[in-house]
Structures are given as C-alpha cells and as structure tokens.
C-alpha cells in the first residue's frame, strides 16, 4: 500500500510539472465553459446542467483523458526507466495502480472546477444536490474507467502519439458509436450495444438514478483494463 501511495504521489506531482498537463488543463476549463454557456444560457432554454453532463462533458474526456494518460507508462517506455522501476522492490500491480490513480486523483481535480458552473446556476435558481451528486458519482465512475483505458494503452507502446489514437477510438466507439448503432438496431443487437455503450450506462446518472447495474459495469470495466495492464508489465519483465 505504501509503495501504491508512493507512486501516485509521484505522478500526481509530475502532472504540476508538465507543461502538457497545463495545457490539456486548458483546454478542458475552455471546452467546458464554452460548453456551459452554449448549452446552458439558450434563449428560451431550460437552465440546467444536462446538456453539458448528458453529452458534452464526455465528448471532452474522450479527448482530454487519453492526452493526461499518454504517458504514463509509455514515458518510461521511451525513456528505459522501465527497466529500474521493474527491477525496484514493487510489483507490477503497485506500479499500475500507483499511477492510476495518480492520474485518476488529478481528474478529479479538474471535476472540482465544473462546480463553478452549479455555483453560477445557482444564482438563477435552485440547483438539485442529490441530482448533482449522482452527477459527479457518474463522472468519477466514467473518468476511472477511461484513465484505466489510456493506461492500458500507455503499457502498450512506448510511442504517446500512438497510446492517444488507440485510447480514443476504443473510448470513441464505447461511448458514441455503440450508443448510436443501439438506435439503428432492434432486439438483441440492440441490447448488446447498450450494455457495451458507455454513454447508456452514464445516462441514468444524469437523470439522477443511481442504478447498481451501472456501477458495476464501470468497476468491472476499469478492472478489467487495469488487469490488462498489469499482465502486460509482467511480461515486460519476463522478456
């Protein structure tokens, strides 16, 4: 536990180091704002944090998360201290989940400043707290699963441009591409790509139901990637 602990303070100190990390930061405040103010402050609209939750939010994690985890592993990859920290007293299990939630405790992080927007809503009108706790409680679920995806990719290839395009176009087809063919197809197709639709199961979420079938799907999923990862690391050792 002390070498987990270790290792995601070290990552989480190297993402306040890296200028990259500034900049997808960046990008994350201004998409989001301009996501805000465009879905929120429409002329007749309702004012209220759906649209930004329901569907532009995770269009920004798809891109900003897989640039946060790229380089993760593949920067000890490129760099050879790979080799030093598998032949350091800690296992591959503490390596992955050190930087895990390294990253995972930075994302939160950027979820902290999305509560200016209910704090703006509030002015206007009364904002639903149980609504937007069960919002967070999704975004924390969807976030760990899609840090999880760009680590697994980031163990996969030393090149971070690569981790990037492979995590997003997993992330991609698991959040709209299944969600949309779910709409072309009927029976059990249809059923197969909801449950495989990463937007399906964060929708309830957003309607403020906290369905257990949802978080299981986005625990299972996240440790699923994350036992990949791990398997990958040893037998990076064993070569």
Known sequence: MRNIATMAQRELGAYFLSPI??????????????AFSLG?????GEASLRMLFDFWILLILVFVLPMLTMRLISEELRSGTIETLLTAPITETEVVLGKFFGAFLFYVILLVTLLLYPII???????????????????????????SVGLFFS???????????FSLALLAL??????????????????????LSIRAHFHDFVRGMLDFNHVVFFLSTTAFFLFAAVKLLEVRRWR
């Open 21 to 34: 990390a500034y900049a997808v930061n960046a990008m994350f405040l201004f998409t989001a704002g301009l």
């Open 40 to 44: 929120t402050f429409r002329p007749g």
């Open 121 to 147: 809503l509030s002015i206007y009108g009364d904002v639903d707290l149980l609504l937007l706790i069960c919002n967070y409680i999704g975004l924390l679920l969807v976030g760990a699963l899609f840090v």
């Open 155 to 165: 163990t996969l290839t030393k090149h971070q441009i690569i981790a990037v395009l």
């Open 174 to 195: 698991m959040t709209f591409a299944f969600h949309a063919l779910s709409l072309q197809v009927e029976g059990w197709p249809r059923t197969v790509m909801q449950q």
